[in-house]
């Protein structure tokens, strides 16, 4: 496990951006599209859906667990409240998005809606969590069952979106946003020294709980929480600008160092992060009931929960998808035959070979390989060919991005490893 000295990352948005994919779900009629197997190896499945692992599955189960029968600490019954104390203060809110995009594919629907609200005055951070299937007039017909926030988000841009989540969590307007997808999340998990299999399926639960999506939610916006409470003291330290740097490099966002920076200097400087009952929870629409409290913080405990929740014998009833049986070896031929293509085409079609990459290089999808140090080369070796290719057409500001981008990245993975 990573020394916790070393895994802190940037504050709620940061910590968002861990749980945003981990929730991804989509309509089965739209997530099991299966693709072309591009492997040699006869052992891995031929058709695959390959961005929903076995373990990250949104699974069916009519199995509803009584919440007494969990470990949990304690039980909120504030979250839920329509009424909101700090009405009328003056916030800096931030959207945190997580898109369920298919492997390559350029678009996908919100399936993590969170808003980190920061209000300096008051001394508080509310963390806003919104259900992904919310009910947002997206145009269908109420019987095609779309009319819900995830869908909304692709149908209606980021922009409608963000005014959209600032309606349903009644907040003036959100500024900013953090936008993220499923291999980013499994990258930066590996920085807090979770093992990221058993902690998507924890907090991506929901048909575990009586109250379904409203206690997932919750349950992703707790753990948010705690990790801030956990780790924000050591957030500026002399590590900062790689973190900050590093984020920067893994996500699309309007953020940018200066006012990340300003934003931990102003949560230090109140001391918001001193008290845990300065960090609280609301779950927009508000849903009154008491929702169970577990301890996120501790990696060992999800795994103890996990096994409570039976989820891995919910997992091998789930008969909905074509799954490879070495998803690391499937990835990495992946990655293979798409630079070999890219660099072939690099050579004569420049462009070709930046179409063809830019998808998985916005996805970042080298970061679900679990060895940080392979899955920077693949990083570096994708990162190579796209230069290379902008340089060509002559847009050597997108080349020095890309370079840049990889080097922060780089940093990110070997200054927080164990010393």
């Not at 946003?177 to 058993?198: D, H, K, P, W």
């Not at 490879?324 to 690099?346: G, R």
């Not at 994708?382 to 290379?388: A, C, P, T």
Request: charged fraction near 25%.
């Amino acid at each position: 496990m990573k020394n916790p000295k070393y895994i802190f990352i940037s504050l709620g948005f940061t910590a968002l951006i861990v749980l945003g994919y981990f929730l991804l779900q989509t309509p089965k009629s739209e997530a099991y599209v299966s693709m072309s197997n591009i492997t040699k190896d006869t052992s891995i499945v031929e058709e695959i859906d390959t961005a929903f692992l076995k373990s990250v599955f949104e699974l069916d189960t009519s199995r509803i667990l009584d919440g007494d029968s969990l470990i949990i600490s304690g039980e909120d019954n504030r979250a839920g409240l329509s009424r909101d104390e700090f009405a009328g203060y003056s916030r800096i809110n931030i959207a945190v998005i997580g898109v369920d995009g298919r492997m390559g594919a350029p678009r996908g629907h919100a399936d993590a809606n969170h808003i980190i609200s920061i209000i300096p005055d008051a001394r508080k951070i509310q963390i806003i969590s919104i259900p992904r299937d919310t009910y947002v007039d997206c145009g269908y017909d109420d019987t095609t069952n779309l009319n819900k926030l995830t869908v909304y988000y692709m149908g209606a841009g980021r922009e409608e979106y963000l005014a959209k989540i600032a309606e349903i969590s009644g907040l003036g307007s959100i500024k900013y946003y953090v936008e993220f997808g499923f291999s980013q999340a499994m990258g930066i998990m590996r920085l807090f020294g979770y093992n990221s299999t058993e902690t998507l399926q924890v907090l991506r639960s929901r048909k575990s709980f009586a109250i379904g999506d409203y206690q997932r939610v919750y349950n992703q916006a707790q753990f948010v929480r705690q990790l801030i409470l956990k780790h924000f003291e050591l957030i500026n330290g002399s590590l900062k600008p790689v973190f900050i740097n590093g984020i920067l490099a893994l996500v699309r966002t309007n953020l940018n160092y200066d006012l990340i920076s300003d934003l931990f200097e102003k949560i230090e400087e109140k001391q918001i992060h001193k008290n845990p009952e300065n960090i609280t929870i609301k779950i927009r629409p508000g849903v009154q009931t008491n929702y169970k409290v577990f301890d996120f913080s501790n990696p060992e405990f999800i795994a103890s929960l996990k096994e409570q929740l039976k989820l891995e014998n919910i997992a091998k009833q789930d008969t909905t998808a074509f799954r490879p049986k070495n998803f690391q070896q499937y990835l990495t031929n992946k990655l293979d035959k798409i630079i070999s293509d890219s660099e072939q085409d690099t050579l004569k079609n420049p462009r070709l070979a930046i179409n063809k990459l830019k998808p998985y290089y916005e996805q970042k999808i080298w970061l679900q390989i679990n060895d940080d140090q392979q899955s920077l080369e693949y990083s570096r070796r994708v990162s190579e060919i796209l230069s290379k290719s902008f340089i060509k057409i002559n847009d050597t500001i997108s080349a020095k991005k890309v370079q840049n981008s990889f080097l922060a990245e780089q940093e990110l993975f070997n200054k927080t490893k164990t010393k």
